[in-house]
């Protein structure tokens, strides 16, 4: 019992957060692309130590180097001289200076491959916040067309209003119109009267015609123009 509210508790907050994260997209992707910076930001803060070390490791070899150089040319004229006890002591100081040459050696090695794999990185990593900046411009204008697309749905899309409005333009249109209705219903007024009876009549030649017809009129112009 309990295993199951735990994995439906479970299930509500993963699609809560599933929800936030799709409401705040924009957002999220703005945040990590920042974190992303300020990480690259230390990172090259660390690469530009790394090198100042690298430099000031240099050079202390290369004095080094110079002081070997000239400590060696020195013992050399001392046991050509015959002093022997000069140049053992040069000797003893030569080899000093060597090993310590040894360990700014392997010092050097290992910054250099520091340098080179953070370097890598920082360069992996730069690429990527351009990708992520373009991506973040990208889903602006997808969001902002979805915006776009859902006010439109808002206003013109809501089914209830528009059938509503769709039925009272079917009504407009199929209404019947008064004007003709007014016309049938004089005719069914005038089929109902005797008058009507009496001109129908007279129109199949049973008595005389109390209304004037075309035909009354033509053969009265005919008539006069005869005269």
Do not use: W
């Amino acid at each position: 019992m309990f295993k199951t509210l735990a994995t439906l508790i479970n299930g509500a907050n993963a699609r809560a957060e599933d929800r936030v994260r799709d409401a705040f997209a924009i957002e999220l992707i703005d945040q990590k692309i920042r974190e992303a910076e300020a990480s690259l930001k230390a990172a090259k803060a660390t690469l530009a130590t790394l090198i100042q070390r690298q430099r000031s490791e240099q050079k202390q070899r290369d004095t080094l180097n110079g002081r070997i150089k000239d400590l060696t040319r020195r013992a050399e004229e001392a046991l050509e001289a015959g002093r022997d006890d000069m140049a053992e002591e040069a000797a003893r100081a030569i080899a000093t200076m060597e090993n310590e040459r040894s360990i700014r050696d392997g010092t050097l090695d290992r910054l250099d491959h520091k340098i080179l794999r953070l370097r890598s990185s920082i360069e992996a990593g730069h690429r990527r916040i351009i990708d992520l900046k373009q991506g973040a411009i990208q889903a602006r204008a997808v969001r902002r067309e979805q915006q776009i697309q859902t006010r439109l749905n808002t206003t013109i899309g809501q089914s209830a209003a528009v059938d509503e409005a769709e039925e009272l333009i079917s009504r407009v249109l199929g209404r019947d119109d008064p004007f003709e209705q007014s016309e049938i219903l004089r005719e069914i007024d005038r089929d109902l009267s005797s008058d009507t009876l009496v001109d129908r009549m007279a129109d199949e030649g049973f008595g005389p015609s109390d209304r004037t017809t075309a035909s009354d009129v033509l053969n009265r112009l005919k008539a006069k123009t005869k005269k």
